[in-house]
């Protein structure tokens, strides 16, 4: 017997062929019976153990392939393994595919609430997560029963003909059955780390928690920022309007230099990330801690303002005030500070110091709370026409000065020094923006060079596992006792808290699409290398 025999010819026929109608009313009642089921049963695939799932979908590819090498000329198995069924059990799958990516799956409450109505019928049915719903895993049933039974048919004639068919055959149900078995084990969610603290609490997308074998602890997170960018500005009272257009400096970094409306502008030194540096003043430390010059309605007036934690009232309207905390406790006091001035009405500007950092709280007379820190902490404050123009620390002071941070910190602070010369004219001081600090260059009239805000590019955790250092990045995923970690975001709390949230998922199936794959390539390049005999076999018949 030659390998070009087919099973249909060494065996006999049956008297009576099912063909397309029967195949369009076997997988219209399939796929009706499953949907009634799934709206008596609104309810998701259940998750399996990989043991469990494994053993499940082995029997599934094993059941119809021992039928059909063992039963090949039955009525039912030439069905199965025909044309007709397979074809129709693929358009059936296609469609409930289809459902799948013109409805919306898995809405938000807001997606949900533009539904309506309509939202619980398709939820009954299945149709707002079609990929775990019962009728469309009755149909990747029903598909991978023609693949493995036309496989078990074919294995009973060797050749290499046949080797080619079961391995596509194979290949194309391993890959069928991965996906079934994705839904079944496959878990994906997020794992949220505080900088400092451990956890291995997964939060699942499909709703409740595991944990993973053994805790990830965050050392701590970084950003890579792309390059510093500044624009010309102009300023109204507390108000500053960037440029139109965009940035006028693009690429802000030590040795650029650019010409704008006449200014030639240079860049001596940029920091994507920085800090002020601090210098101690030691200067009778029994006196006044803060000195302002007041200058109302053009007559300049001295004010000095004691160690006191009551606001004191200036005559023409508004207030100032000082709170002095211990080392270490400015940021602590903040909150409180800002809740005790949001029940005030009157405009002013409250510091709080602890003799190394200075902030302060601006309340301006619409009522809006800003803080200043740095450098701009000391910033002249207009009052309507109360100007309060800080002096000097006395304690300490801020030098002037900005020094790069090793490792961009979230919400960074970006720091540039520009000098600006225009017909004789020379400004020259730093440029900064993050949180709390703003910091421009004066040009000549309201005109202002500012620097924009840091614009995050990447994300890195730095994590410790099972006692060993890892980077974890969006594109550089951890693999930790099966489950894939990978950088998603971050957030930090109005505490100044970092936490990083990392995207985690496991799917064992994996290595079964991977087989699966594997044998398609195999039978690809297998029917590949047939092609030419086949041509010539037509040719000649």
């Not at 069924?85 to 459902?99: C, E, N, P």
């Amino acid at each position: 017997m030659s390998e070009s025999n087919t099973i249909d010819e060494v065996t006999s026929a049956p008297a009576r062929e099912w063909g397309y109608p029967e195949a369009i009313v076997l997988m219209g009642g399939l796929t009706l019976g499953f949907m009634t089921l799934q709206s008596a049963r609104p309810a998701q695939l259940g998750i399996l153990g990989a043991p469990a799932a494994f053993s499940l979908v082995f029997i599934l590819l094993t059941l119809p392939f021992l039928t059909g090498a063992l039963l090949p000329t039955h009525s039912l198995v030439r069905f199965l393994a025909g044309i007709p069924f397979t074809i129709t059990s693929l358009v059936f799958l296609s469609a409930g595919a289809l459902a799948g990516t013109l409805i919306l799956q898995n809405p938000s409450p807001e997606d949900a609430a533009k539904l309506g109505s309509a939202l619980r019928p398709l939820q009954r049915l299945g149709l707002t997560d079609v990929f775990h719903s019962y009728w469309v895993a009755a149909m990747a049933l029903a598909v991978l029963a023609c693949l493995m039974v036309a496989a078990g048919r074919r294995a009973r004639v060797p050749g290499i003909k046949n080797g080619v068919f079961l391995a596509t055959h194979l290949g194309t149900a391993l890959v069928l059955a991965g996906g079934m078995l994705g839904n079944m084990t496959s878990l994906s969610g997020t794992l949220l780390l505080q900088e400092g603290q451990s956890s291995g609490t997964i939060e699942l997308d499909r709703g409740g928690a595991t944990e993973l074998p053994t805790p990830i602890a965050l050392q701590s997170f970084h950003i890579e920022p792309f390059p510093l960018e500044a624009s010309l500005a102009t300023v109204e009272g507390e108000a500053i309007h960037p440029q139109k257009g965009g940035a006028a400096l693009p690429n802000l970094k030590r040795g650029s230099s650019v010409s704008l409306q006449g200014w030639q502008i240079t860049c001596e030194a940029a920091f994507p990330s920085a800090q002020p540096s601090v210098k101690g003043i030691q200067e009778d430390p029994n006196g006044p801690l803060l000195a302002l010059d007041l200058d109302e309605g053009g007559a300049g007036q001295r004010l000095r303002l004691m160690d006191h934690l009551g606001p004191l009232p200036l005559r023409a309207g508004g207030e100032v005030g000082l709170v002095q905390v211990r080392p270490g406790e400015v940021q602590p006091i903040l909150p409180k500070l800002v809740a005790f001035l949001q029940q005030r009405t009157a405009p002013g500007v409250h510091f709080l110091t602890d003799g190394r950092e200075t902030l302060a709280v601006v309340r301006s007379k619409e009522g809006l709370l800003t803080t200043r820190t740095g450098m701009y902490a000391l910033a002249p404050v207009a009052l309507g026409t109360t100007v309060l123009k800080p002096g000097r620390l006395y304690s300490v002071r801020t030098s002037g000065d900005w020094e790069a941070v090793e490792g961009l910190r979230p919400q960074p602070v970006g720091a540039a020094k520009v000098v600006a010369v225009k017909n004789g004219l020379r400004r020259e001081g730093w440029i900064a923006t993050g949180p709390g600090t703003f910091d421009y260059l004066e040009l000549e009239g309201n005109a202002v060079l500012m620097l924009m805000e840091p614009t995050p590019k990447t994300f890195r955790s730095e994590v410790v596992a099972d006692g060993l250092s890892y980077s974890i990045r969006v594109n550089d995923p951890l693999m930790h006792h099966g489950w894939q970690l990978s950088q998603s975001s971050y957030q930090v709390s109005p505490e100044g808290l970092t936490f990083s949230i990392l995207g985690a998922k496991r799917d064992p199936s994996i290595p079964v699409v991977w087989t699966g794959l594997a044998l398609l390539l195999v039978g690809t390049l297998g029917a590949l290398w047939l092609l030419p005999s086949l041509l010539n076999e037509g040719g000649a018949q």
